[in-house]
C-alpha cells in the first residue's frame, strides 16, 4: 500500500526548485517506496515567488511566511532550502512542530547552528536529511566500496579540490553570500563543506587540520533587488566582502592517512571543478565531478608503473540502477538529488537514517570551525 506524504518546501530560489523537481521524479525512480510525497506548499519571502511556484509545480498553497508552514498540519515533510543564516531558527522550528526535515548544507553558519538543528531532531523524534549530494554519485559508491574491501590497499593520501567561477566575476552582486552574519564562513561553508564531507564519507573521521584562507574580491556592488542564484550588480553602493574566497587546508586522518582540500569560488576558467584524488599502498582512484560517471581506478600489485584504467559505472553502483539500464549511460546532478529524496522519503517511512544526516553536517561543521581558527591562529587544530 501506498501513503501519501504531504511536504513543503521553504525557500524557492535554484536548489528550492531542484528539491521540487526530486519530489516529482522521485516516485518514477524508486516505484518501491511506500510513500508518494504531495507537494502542500511552498514558502518565499520574495514577493510573487512562492505563487509563481505554485502555479509552476502545482502546490496546494504559497505564502511568504515559513511560519505557515510550520503550523500546517496537512504538512509532515519539509526541505528548508532557504540562505544558510536562516537554517537554524526554520530548522528548530520545524523539528519542534514534528515535521521532518531535508536542509540543505552546511546547516548554518557554525557547528552550534547545525547541533541546535540536530538536537531539535533528536528531541522531536523526526529525521533528517542533509544536502551533501556529490557522496550520491554512483562512482563515489564504486569508490567507497573499494577502499573499503582494500582494493587499493590502506589510504596513504588524499586531495580533494572544489574550484567554480560562480563569484569569479567582479560585478557579482554582494548577496547574503558574501556577508558573514548572513552567509557565513564564505566557501568553507558553500564548498569546502561539502569536500569534508567526501573525506569523511571516503575515508573517515578527520583528527587535525591546518588551513588557510583568502578574499581576493574584496569589494562588490549592493543590488538593487531581489536576487537569485548568482546575479550580477553594476553602478550600486559598494560593500566589503566580508568572507572567504578560497581555502586550503591540510587534512590528518584518524587512520593515518593524510590529505589535502582545496576550495575556491573565483577560481577563473573553472566550472565546477569538483573531484579527488586517493592514493593507496597498492592503487589509487581518480574522480571528476564533471565526468560524473567515470571511475579512475589504478590497483594491483606492480607498484611502479602501475596504470589507470577508467570504470564505466553502471547497475551495481550505488544507485544507478534506478536511473539507466546499463554502464556509460550519463547521469547528471539533479539526478543525485532524487537520489537525496529518496534516502529522505526512505528515512521518514522507514525511521532509520539513510543518506547524509544532521549528524554528517555537526561534523562538516566542527571541522570547517576548526579550519576558521586554524587560518586565523595561523597554527593546527585538532577537530573536537
Known sequence: MVNTLGVAVVG???????????YVRVPHHFPELTVRPHLVAVADEVPGRADEAAGRYGFDSATRDWREIAADPR????????????????????????????????????????????????????????GFNYRNAPAVAAAREMI?????????????????????HPEGALTWRYERERGGSGVLGDLASHGVDLARHLIGEIDSLAADTAVFVPERARPAGATAGHARATGGESGPVENDDYAGCLLRFASGARGVLEACRVSVGEQNAYGFEIHGTTGALFWDFRRMGELGVSRGTAYQDQPVSTLHVGPGHGEYAAFQPGAANAMGYDDLKVIEAHHFLRSVTE??????????????????????????????????
Request: charged share 20%; aromatic share 6%.
Open 148 to 168: 573499503a574491501t582494500g582494493e587499493i590497499g590502506a589510504v596513504t593520501h588524499v586531495r580533494i579540490r572544489l574550484f567554480s567561477d560562480y563569484a569569479a
Open 351 to 384: 525511521g532509520t537514517a539513510h543518506g547524509a544526516t544532521l549528524a554528517d553536517a555537526v561534523a562538516a561543521a566542527t571541522a570547517l570551525d576548526a579550519m576558521a581558527v586554524s587560518a586565523r591562529e595561523r597554527r593546527w587544530v585538532t577537530v573536537a
Open 12 to 22: 524557492f530560489g535554484w536548489m528550492g526548485r531542484v528539491h521540487t523537481q526530486s
Open 75 to 130: 504538512v509532515r515533510a519539509v526541505s528548508i532550502t532557504a540562505p544558510n543564516f536562516l537554517h537554524r531558527e526554520i530548522g528548530v522550528a520545524m523539528a519542534e512542530a514534528g515535521k521532518h526535515i531535508w536542509i540543505e548544507k552546511p546547516v548554518g553558519l557554525t557547528a552550534d547552528d547545525a547541533r541546535a538543528v540536530a538536537d531539535a531532531a533528536a528531541r522531536a523524534g523526526v529525521q533528517g536529511t542533509v
